[in-house]
T-cell receptor
């Protein structure tokens, strides 16, 4: 059974640019959630996807968007990057929507300069 | 407004002793609580959880206690081992079994277990 994998592990972008982060969910899991973890904070919920549809969203602006593919892998896209977007972005998968026991990837460290 | 609070940023314990990590919450709609452990450069790892219909759940050295009236939960690690040194996050969910399983996290407590 493969775990949750994210790519890339580290990324440096310039303010105003766009970025795409990728996540492969754990085998057998159909729900993917994305979280942003700023330095010294706990992870904050961005949104969740279930069977390719957005299924819940946290307090993040529309420039944060996502996709889930038929194989349940997922992308997080952030447009018009701001310095405050610098954070660790975590992807988590769970077996079904509403299942709170999520399994996390190692994260992507995004630095916006 | 923080719905899940971990008021102790750090905790230092001697190997073999008990570690007690605390967590408070404000939202009475939370019905499922989880603890995650995080090492540097890794994602959070699920540790143990508890449903709001229980007041205790045990898994090996780890026990989670839930006091619903006080909106408080705690994680006990007995005995503590140096490998337990990590950041521990408390998380809560409102809607277990429903359409949204998003987790609300505290800021974490850094546990150091000294040999």
């Amino acid at each position: 059974e493969t775990g949750v994998t994210q790519s890339p592990t580290h990324l440096i972008k310039t303010r105003g640019q766009q970025v795409t982060l990728r996540c492969s969910s754990q085998s057998g899991h159909n729900t993917v959630s994305w979280y942003q973890q700023a330095l010294g904070q706990g992870p904050q919920f961005i949104f969740q996807y279930y069977r390719e549809e957005e299924n819940g969203r946290g307090n993040f602006p529309p420039r944060f968007s996502g996709l889930q593919f038929p194989n349940y892998s997922s992308e997080l896209n952030v447009n018009a990057l701001e310095l405050d977007d610098s954070a660790l972005y975590l992807c988590a998968s769970s077996g079904r929507t509403g299942d709170p026991e999520a399994f996390f990837g190692q994260g992507t460290r995004l630095t916006v300069v | 407004d923080q719905q899940v609070k971990q008021n102790s940023p750090s905790l230092s314990v001697q190997e073999g002793r008990i570690s007690i990590l605390n967590c408070d919450y404000t939202n009475s709609m939370f019905d499922y609580f989880l603890w995650y452990k995080k090492y540097p450069a890794e994602g959070p790892t699920f540790l143990i959880s508890i449903s709001s219909i229980k007041d205790k759940n045990e898994d090996g050295r780890f026990t989670v206690f839930l006091n619903k009236s006080a909106k408080h939960l705690s994680l006990h690690i007995v005995p503590s081992q140096p490998g337990d040194s990590a950041v521990y996050f408390c998380a809560a969910s409102a809607g277990y079994g429903g359409s949204q399983g998003n987790l609300i996290f505290g800021k974490g407590t850094k546990l150091s277990v000294k040999p």
